[in-house]
T-cell receptor
Framework: RKEVEQDPGPFNVPEGATVAFNCTYS??????FFWYRQDCRKEPKLLMS???SGNEDGRFTAQLNRASQYISLLIRDSKLSDSATYLCVVNPNQGGKLIFGQGTELSVKP | DGGITQSPKYLFRKEGQNVTLSCEQNLNHDAMYWYRQDPGQGLRLIYYSQIVNDFQKGDIAEGYSVSREKKESFPLTVTSAQKNPTAFYLC????????????FGDGTRLSIL
């Protein structure tokens, strides 16, 4: 089993749609969680940290379920500019290393 | 502006040649990391350093070497022992706290001539 697993992509959605990405992690001792966005041929950029209580940043909502070892990212009212690969990232509390999921590709169409 | 600077943006290596990728940060971060990304793949950790003059192997360290003589600098050498070096190399840094994310430079694309 991979340490971090994400929904396979690509997700092709129309503008204005709501889309949800899921991610599971295997290490129950993991301490912190993040979603990054990576545009084609660019570096990953932090989208948001994920807190136990869930958190929202504009159209983006992240949720964490420690019991099920599951993280989600919800994007409402999708924009063309949301097209990118979304990376689920977990800190397993092993000396500063982060574990990156394979990423889920999102393509928002007009 | 604070950030992470990687150079060069593109690099070509001849067979049997060692090449060094530069990574400099002015964020005053203690920890620095090197990742490799192959097309359509996730990031794989090569080496990381949590403090000056100390570093640890990541998951794919074979064929690579690093040094951490200064807090702001973490160069990566791709040696001739790395038989498949063509990839996108990303350097990152972070505050050494479990709840802190990593921040990335804009990467170096390495290709074989």
């Amino acid at each position: 089993r991979k340490e971090v697993e994400q929904d396979p992509g690509p997700f092709n959605v129309p503008e204005g749609a709501t889309v949800a990405f899921n991610c599971t992690y295997s290490n129950s001792a993991s301490q912190s969680f993040f979603w990054y966005r990576q545009d084609c041929r660019k570096e990953p950029k932090l989208l948001m940290s994920v807190y136990s209580s869930g958190n929202e940043d504009g159209r983006f909502t992240a949720q964490l379920n420690r019991a099920s070892q599951y993280i989600s990212l919800l994007i409402r009212d999708s924009k063309l500019s949301d097209s990118a690969t979304y990376l689920c990232v977990v800190n397993p509390n092993q000396g500063g290393k982060l574990i990156f999921g394979q990423g889920t590709e999102l393509s928002v169409k007009p | 502006d604070g950030g992470i600077t990687q150079s060069p943006k593109y690099l070509f290596r001849k067979e049997g040649q060692n090449v060094t990728l530069s990574c400099e940060q002015n964020l005053n971060h203690d920890a620095m990391y090197w990742y490799r990304q192959d097309p359509g793949q996730g990031l794989r950790l090569i080496y990381y350093s949590q403090i000056v003059n100390d570093f640890q192997k990541g998951d794919i360290a074979e064929g690579y070497s690093v040094s951490r003589e200064k807090k702001e600098s973490f160069p990566l050498t791709v040696t001739s022992a790395q038989k498949n070096p063509t990839a996108f190399y990303l350097c990152a840094s972070s505050i050494e706290r479990v709840d802190q994310p990593q921040h990335f430079g804009d990467g170096t694309r390495l290709s074989i001539l």
